[in-house]
């Protein structure tokens, strides 16, 4: 009863993958780490030597779990593995994308999403789990029988024992109620349609890359995604269902219904399709593709009236003004009484006001709730299926949520609050990994240890502390190749700092600030492409223009 093994029908004609214009296997070798390490962002923090080991050990793990695709799997990429098991997830590979996109030439981090976009069927859906030497669908998140919408995991869950649980009948499922008429079945189940982060990952990506084409391979695929999510997932309050959204034992849970989380990321898809077509209608102009500029402008009118629609109903129903925070709203359209990490997604979107951002960071700032010895924990600690071990998804601290909290905070302009968390995450990732040699899934919130849930040598997602927080937020560089520059904010408690081999932009740039005695900073930077060096010590900000090959030293104080 395989329907997904083949990618094309009885008349050859593609039925996955129609978006997608990569449609066979194309990449370069994988490189092995030692090779790798001598092309890679090398850090300098002479004084903590503990970062470093982080560092390169986090990479070597990434080179451990990289992958040519078996020809079966029909994968036209090289990928970063989760980490996980046996399948590839989706938003696993997202944020593996945001540290990856740091040694970008040699890693395989944003092609990895290459292999869920040759996967997407003919209505626009992308599963958030595929087989790793298949190709496909985890079996027990594909609708085979075509039944609307459904969920398997919401009533049958048992951590980790998928395995273990028969297949239930389909009268037995979680079946959320949309309140409208969805006269075409998905091809896959709730479990399989969630966190569409997919355009975040490439707008992060095009930053560091300033890879135009790529927008332009990914944009079809992503616009009928958003489709796809927006006609099975949508319902009557104007919301977005879900049943988990991988939060799997989250007391939430019980209460889904429609999820803040997925609503609010519905948003930030929808703005951020928006901003793609910003960047890609000058280079259409500039080719001549007039029909090609009419169908973005269109797309794009189309896009900011939904997203505006959406975050008006997350407004209506899911914030609640009397705790200044934000819920879930169950089938019935009452708000959920648990307060999860999922709430700040709301700030990522832009969904939030400044009020309702502020009494968001109020919430972060509260020891109570989620300023914990390790922030953010994923449940409140007031709430009372809060686990102090971590709990798995009942209280632990993860990667991918601490950095949707830290971008959050820093597009409502809390950067300071932004950067504590994140060198605060890095400096207990860090620990944790001396003592124990390795990195963990998750971590606990209430001690430096890792979560009492959670498998090793994850990275996985867990990387983005060693190695995305290091380079940007405690050595404090942030390329960004649409404007070709590259910010250094100084960070005066580690000394001597810098990176050789820094890449963004197609340039390579090495960096070193080295601090006086009587306080001023000596800062040389070389770079083998023309770009402008932004760097910022204490109140003073200074703009260097770089040419290639030329060394630049100056003395700011």
Known sequence: MNMLRNTTDKNGNRTLGVFFQKKSYRDDPLLDFATARKRLPEPICPKRPDYLEAYWKAWELVFRNSYTPSPESGFVSNFVDAAFNSSIFLWDTVFITMFCNLGHPFVPGIRSLDNFYCKQFDDGEIPREIVRDTGEPFDRWVNWRRKPLHSYFHNHY??????????????????????????????????????????????????????????????????????????????????????????????????????????????LFANQLAEICEWLVPVYEAEGESEKVRQL?????????????????????????????????????????????????????????????????H???????????????TLAADEASYQPGGGYWQGAVWSPTNTMVIRGLEKYGYRSLAREIAIEHLDCVTQVYMETGTFWENYAADFIQKGDKGKPDFVGWTGIGPILFLL????????????????????????????????????????????????????????????????????????????EGTATTIRIS
């Not at 009268?171 to 006269?183: A, I, N, S």
């Not at 707008?203 to 391979?217: A, M, P, V, Y």
């Not at 940007?472 to 990176?499: Q, V």
Request: hydrophobic share 40%; glycine share 6%.
């Open 297 to 361: 402008l269109a797309v794009q009118t189309e896009v900011s009236g939904e997203a505006a629609q959406i975050a008006r109903a997350i407004n209506l129903y899911m914030w609640d003004s009397a705790s200044g925070f934000y819920y879930d709203v169950t089938d019935k359209g009452e708000r959920a009484p648990v307060k999860t990490i999922a709430a700040f997604w709301a700030l990522l979107s832009g969904v939030a006001d400044a009020s309702q951002a502020e009494k968001l960071v």
């Open 363 to 377: 919430w972060l700032q509260n020891p109570a709730a989620f300023a914990r010895t390790h922030r953010v924990p």
């Open 158 to 267: 048992k951590f980790r024992g998928l395995f273990s649980t028969q297949h239930p009948d389909y009268e037995e499922m979680y079946k959320p109620d949309l309140g409208r008429t969805v006269e075409k079945t998905p091809y896959l189940t709730l479990d399989n349609l969630n966190h569409p982060l997919l355009a975040w990952a490439e707008l992060e990506s095009f930053r560091q890359t300033g890879d135009i084409e790529r927008l332009k391979l990914v944009w079809e695929p992503l616009y009928r995604y958003f489709q796809a999510l927006h006609y099975h997932l949508r319902n009557r309050f104007g919301l977005f269902v879900t049943d988990w959204a991988s939060m799997d034992n989250s007391p939430r849970n019980a209460y889904l219904g429609s999820g803040v989380d997925i609503s609010c990321e519905m948003v």
């Open 472 to 547: 940007e937020y405690a050595i404090g560089l942030k390329g960004d190749a649409t404007r070709n520059e590259l910010a250094w904010t100084l960070n005066p408690e580690l000394g001597e700092t810098g990176c050789s081999r820094y890449w963004f932009n197609g340039r390579t740039v090495d960096l070193r600030a080295v601090p006086e005695a009587d306080g001023p900073c000596s800062v040389t930077a070389r770079s083998d492409g023309p770009l402008t060096l932004k760097v910022v010590h204490g109140a003073k900000t200074v703009s260097i223009p770089l040419t």
